[in-house]
């Protein structure tokens, strides 16, 4: 299982395997897909696959991976099938293990999603172990027919008003559509 930046170092390696292959796409999307957009002013800093899982990470432009005050991360669990409940469960039980004194997941949205089960919580660490800073992170996971899927906004601050509204409607922007599913078809041309 992939896990926040806040548990990354806090774990065994072998825990932390990842890889998405997030790129654009000029026609239609094939078969299923997590639509995200990259979000504008942020760059690509990490990309990876191992075993059955992707992840992206991007970051603010002029940020480095290693110094970073926001984070986007989207992973990709080929096959993987659990209930998002059953996977925030044991993120936070992570989480908490990492974090002393972390906050405890607070579901912010839940239910179907273009016909997908989804849910939407965040966790706080009020002081990151590995960093000496607080980080905030909402997820949103998305269970599909072929695949599980997470997207991470992390922030090592809190964020602002202008800033929650922009991140939360980023998160309802992402999506799963399928294109051999007429009532969950994917947009014609997008970000995947």
Not at 8 to 15: C, D, K, N
Not at 58 to 75: C, D, F, R
Not at 133 to 146: C, Y
Not at 164 to 172: A, D, Q, S, T, V
């Amino acid at each position: 299982m992939i896990l926040p930046r806040v548990l990354r170092g806090l774990l065994p390696t072998a825990l932390i395997v990842a890889a998405l292959g997030v790129h654009a796409v000029a026609a239609a999307l094939v078969n299923e897909n997590l639509v995200a957009a990259p979000p504008p002013g942020f760059k690509v800093a990490f990309r990876d696959r191992q075993n059955d899982v992707d992840i992206v990470e991007w970051i603010p432009a002029g940020q480095t991976i290693k110094s970073w005050t926001e984070m986007l991360t989207v992973q990709t669990f080929h096959a993987l099938k659990v209930a998002p409940d059953r996977f925030m469960s044991d993120v936070e039980r992570r989480w908490r293990a990492a974090c002393p004194g972390a906050g405890f997941a607070q579901p912010l949205a839940k239910g179907a999603e273009n016909g997908y089960p989804a849910l939407v919580w965040i966790l706080d660490c009020p002081r990151n172990p590995l960093s000496g800073q607080p980080e905030i992170t909402w997820f949103k996971a998305v269970l599909g027919n072929d695949n599980f899927y997470v997207v991470q906004k992390a922030f090592k601050f809190t964020p602002s008003k202008e800033q929650i509204e922009r991140w939360i409607g980023y998160l309802k922007s992402v999506t799963v559509c399928d294109s051999r599913l007429p009532d969950r078809a994917c947009p014609r041309s997008e970000q995947h």
